[in-house]
Each structure stands twice: as C-alpha cells, then as structure tokens.
C-alpha cells in the first residue's frame, strides 16, 4: 500500500463510523418509542391521561410493545337470524405490530372455515385448505370479515390497538354506561380498507373505558357500507384475565347489532368464551452505543 494511501485511510474510517452512527440511530426507535410518540401526539392533557391510565391498568407500555402474538383457544356461539345457535371452536391469532395480521379458524360443522387479513390489509377466505375466489358476488363477505376480524383485534390489543397510524382519537367526555362512570374516546381515519379503500369518511369508532379500572368496556362502530349506506355494531368487552406476559386482556367478547343511537340492546351475532388466551413476546432488544471520540 503506497503512502498516498495511507493518507487517505483515516478520512475514510471516520465517514465509514458517522454512516453506521446513522443507521443504528434510525434503527433505535423501538415500538415502545412510537408509542410514547403518538401518545405525545395527543394534544390534549385529559385524552393523554386517560390513554397512559389505559395502558398501565392493561399490563403497561413496555409489555404491550414486547407483544408479538397474541393466542386465543375460544368456544364460539354464532346467532343465527332466525334464532338458531351453533357452537363452535375457534382461535384466533392477533399480530398487532406496526401491519396488523389476524387468523380465525373456526371448526364448523360443515368443515374448516379460514379468514384472514394480511399486513396489506387484504382478506383471504379459505374453505377446507381451499382458497374461495374474491369475486364480486363475495365483496360483501369479505368486507364483513374484515369488519370482524378487525374488532375482534381492537377487543384484544384495547388502548394499545387505538394507537395506530392513521387513527385520530379524540376524548368525548364521560357518560354512564351500563351503570358504571365510562370515558369517552371517538376515533377517526381509515380503520377498514375493505370498506373504502379511497374514502376515510363514513367510519367512526367509539370506546367506553371504564373510570375505576381504566379498562376497555365497550366498542361502538359506525361503518359505510354498499350503495353508500351506514351500518352499525357494537362490542361488548368482559372478565378480563392476566396472562403470562403482564398483559389484561378479556376473556369475553360480544359482537352484536347496533344502531346510530349507540344501543347496546340489538341483536347477538357472535359470543366469543376465551379458553385460553397466551401473549408471546418478542426478544429484549439492547441498545448499542458506539465510542467513536
């Protein structure tokens, strides 16, 4: 190596340490840090308050951030609209990062029925390992899947769930709400892209938490449905159970009809009976700090 070289070496290391000093900076915001920012993002004292209440009765931010998977065993009752009930076994898996993906495989009696929304927020429907076509007589079957597949998540993740890009949440005040002191968050954006990909008017989704144990009590959901019209559902939450990873999550949900009143009173669609509810965590990331000075 000639001395002209050797000149040149320590200009080079030293550009070569700030890039990297760059890329690891960039790649330290850890979900726990995008959490803190959208909290921060709020904009109203009141809203943060109730938000950080939320997320520390339900097992606090470093968990739910550490949260890759969450696994549900339940027995599901499906109401019929002619009054006639079927029991089945379902699970449900909720990867709530930064993409949600969700699974329900339910155990019918005519077979193995499979839904699931992918990161891109696309709907697959499989019948007995058979992938079902997504023609236009199905639209609005996928578009109810990703309805209730989405809810049952939001059930799942509570405050954590409401803290995804592209949600405007806004505090609504407090009301009572089946005889319990509840606030009031009403949250905006586009929540279903099967409903209108191109369109975030027309949803609205509403939660109840509870004053004294700062727990996600009830769902409300205002949605656009075809020929333009508005459809409604309502969520109800219940006996919520610690698992292993420090998380509260609920071992009850409630889908059920509603209407533009918020009645909570309309008819049953799906009980869900958690069995088994697991939290499997990602890996402790440790920070690197580099002494280049």
């Known amino acids: ?22 890329v690891l900076v960039a790649g330290c915001s850890t979900p726990a840090d995008r959490m803190q920012q959208r909290l921060a993002l709020l904009g109203d004292a009141r809203l943060d308050s109730l938000m950080r209440g939320s997320l520390a009765a339900t097992g606090g931010i470093e ?43 339910s155990n019918e009696p005519g077979g193995v029925l499979m839904e699931q929304l992918d990161r891109k927020g696309k709907v697959q429907l ?103 019209k508005l459809g409604y559902l309502a969520v109800d939450m219940g006996d919520y159970r610690k698992v292993g990873s420090g998380l509260m999550l609920p071992g009850n949900i409630v889908i059920q009809r509603s209407d533009k009143y918020q009645q909570f009173r309309e008819r049953r669609i799906l009980l869900l009976e958690n069995q088994r509810l697991e939290v499997f965590q990602k890996a402790k990331r440790h920070k690197l700090f580099l002494g280049l000075f």
């Open 1 to 22: 190596m000639n001395k002209h070289d050797n000149n040149l070496r320590p200009g080079r290391m030293l550009r070569f340490f700030l890039i990297l000093t760059m």
């Open 63 to 105: 968990n739910w951030a550490r949260a890759r998977r969450i696994e549900a065993d339940a027995l599901a009752t499906i109401f019929e609209p002619d009054g006639a009930q079927t029991l089945v076994q379902q699970q449900l898996t909720v990867e709530p990062g930064e993409k949600l993906w969700v699974s329900l495989t």
């Open 126 to 228: 499989h019948v007995r390992g058979k992938k079902e076509g997504a023609g236009a007589s199905e639209a609005q079957q996928l578009r109810g899947t990703e309805i209730k597949l989405r809810l049952l998540a939001q059930a799942l993740t509570g405050p954590a769930g409401l803290l995804r890009e592209g949600y405007q949440l806004r505090w609504a005040g407090q009301e009572r709400q089946g005889g319990r002191l509840t606030d009031k968050i009403e949250i905006t954006g586009l929540i279903f892209a099967q409903v209108a990909p191109d369109d975030t008017t027309g949803n609205l989704m509403t939660v109840w938490i509870d004053a004294e144990t700062q727990l996600m009590d009830r769902l409300w959901l205002c949605f656009r449905q075809e020929e333009n």
